[in-house]
């Protein structure tokens, strides 16, 4: 079975600039998360879909992030303008549907904005 | 407000001891928790869940035990091997809010030969 695919693996982008991820979850996943994680603290989530349709996006800044999963498979995600402070790894993870959460999670993206 | 969180940033072990790696919680809505495995460079791996309603799952060497009235988890790992020197982090959700999970910080684990 294929794991959660994610790329790039490494990003380094100046201040303002923009940037995109992608994800492919692992096939039959319905939902599907993307979280950031800085140095030393644990990934955080940002934004939770389930099939096409967003489920949670309480914590995504709104204003310079954004993420689609279109038909409801791979799904991207976007920064613009970039900040210092969104350096970090995102991480894509997916789950079945299910009451106990089994998450499987890609390898990251790890951004530096400079 | 960190509702699940790992005091100890870093624990080191000798190889064949076991590991012991703590967790407490804030939320008393949390119904199930969950250990993550990190190596450097790749994503989490799910490594044991327990339910609220038991207070011991046990998966090879691997034990979690849940402490419910005082909101504590610990993972117990016997014998710790070179292998499981990783960063663990704890995750607590509930059964009721579409599979949303909370991540503690993590404790760096160090098996030495």
């Known amino acids: 079975e294929a794991g959660v695919a994610q790329s790039p693996r490494y990003k380094i982008i100046e201040k303002r600039q923009s940037v995109a991820f992608w994800c492919n979850p692992i096939s039959g996943h319905a939902t599907l998360y993307w979280y950031q994680q800085i140095l030393g603290q644990g990934p955080k989530l940002l934004i939770q879909?389930?099939?096409?349709?967003?489920?949670?996006d309480s914590q995504l800044p709104k204003d310079r992030f954004s993420a689609e999963r279109l038909k409801g498979v791979d799904s991207t995600l976007k920064i613009q303008p970039a900040k210092l402070e969104d350096s970090a790894v995102y991480l894509c993870a997916s789950s079945f549907e299910g009451p106990y959460n089994e998450q499987f999670f890609g390898p990251g993206t790890r951004l530096t904005v400079l | 407000d960190q509702q699940v969180k790992q005091n100890s940033p870093s624990l080191s072990v000798q190889e064949g001891r076991i590991s012991i790696l703590n967790c407490d919680y804030t939320?008393?809505?949390?119904?199930?928790f969950l250990w993550y495995k990190k190596y450097p460079a790749e994503g989490p791996t799910f490594l044991i869940s327990?339910?609220?309603?038991?207070d011991k799952n046990e998966d090879g060497r691997f034990t979690v035990f849940l402490n419910k009235s005082a909101k504590h988890l610990s993972l117990h790992i016997v014998p710790s091997q070179p292998g499981d020197s990783a960063v663990y982090f704890c995750a607590a959700g509930n059964t009721g809010t579409a599979s949303k999970l909370t991540f503690g910080t993590g404790t760096r684990l160090q098996v030495t030969l």
């Open positions: 879909f389930q099939n096409n349709g967003v489920v949670d």
């Open positions: 327990i339910s609220s309603i038991k």
């Open positions: 939320n008393s809505m949390f119904d199930y």
